[in-house]
């Protein structure tokens, strides 16, 4: 397991991220992710760790405060050390009835950093992420709040997820103007099946010096190894929440690429899928998540895996994204000042 500098920032985390999506359960979407009980918590973290992950994250709204509780008893049950871990949660989602009981207001911030740390079971949160964009709250008022759970020592660092370039960039200039922290990350889908990041997000994160944070890796399941042109598997979570959106045609090209090559190597569609995204030099850390210690163990054998360039071309064409403006003329005109990666 490497450990990789998280944003512009000192902070090591590890290349593969335990997400918690499936902690808990409850009703709606929350059942079809997963309703894994505590015992299942316990060992599936005890495996992260013992495979080398420091790195766990977690969100309010993940079975409505359930799965930051079970994390939190995870964490204590096992007698880990705290301090060896840095835990991320995130803050956006509706958590009650009320009107005010959602979005990035100063209220709903500090209200909701309380109410994780205590289901956390933690004195402190590593990194605080917000969760999505707030349209009806000024960005001034939600940095704002976030600089001061910074200053009072109940977040260490900030991050944001799920953002357009143009608002991530909007944020980070408010920061420099007010003097507020800054966000030293970004949690977003990218996948092999969905390099839709690469357009505006992935020039803005080189940059600007943010870390990368990757959800859903294995888009929804669809690169599990379950799927394929002729296989529609009856298991796993998209049979029940076809969630993220994936161009299938183009996954089952990627996939027919990724089985024979998988084959040839003794690994699996899946470590592949996952592998792909550690040799992109903007990731941070992949977030697996799994309802099975058997899947984490999988998925953590994706960091032994090596490509060859070839195969990494071969990769590259099947997936690439077709040409959109501006991007191809910024191609076109830059090519005789492009600066070295």
Known sequence: MKYNI????????????????TFGGGEGMWKAIGELQQNEVNELIKTAVNGGINFIDTANIYSEGVSEEMTG???KDLGLNRHELVIATKVRGKMGEGPNQSGLTRKHILQQAEESLKRLN????????IHGFDALTPLEETLSALDILVQHGHVRYIGCSNLAAWQIMKALSISEREKFKKFISLQAYYTIAGRDLE????????DQK??????????????????GRDI???EGRRKNFDFPPVNEGKAFDIIDILKPM?????????????AWLLHQKTVTTVIVGAKKTSQLADNLKAVDVKFTEDELKKLDVVSKLSPEYPGWMLERQGGDRKAED
């Open 232 to 234: 529609k598997s009856g």
């Open 122 to 129: 933690v004195d402190y949160i590593d990194l605080y992420q």
């Open 199 to 206: 357009r505006e997000i992935v020039p803005l994160l080189k």
């Open 210 to 227: 943010l870390g990368l944070m990757v959800w859903s890796p294995l888009a929804g399941g669809l690169l599990s190894g379950k799927y």
């Open 73 to 75: 008893k995870a964490i």
């Open 262 to 274: 998988a084959e040839a190597k003794g690994a699996s569609v899946a470590q592949l899928s996952l």
């Open 6 to 21: 998280l944003g512009n920032t000192g902070l090591k985390v590890s290349e593969l991220c335990l997400g918690t999506m």
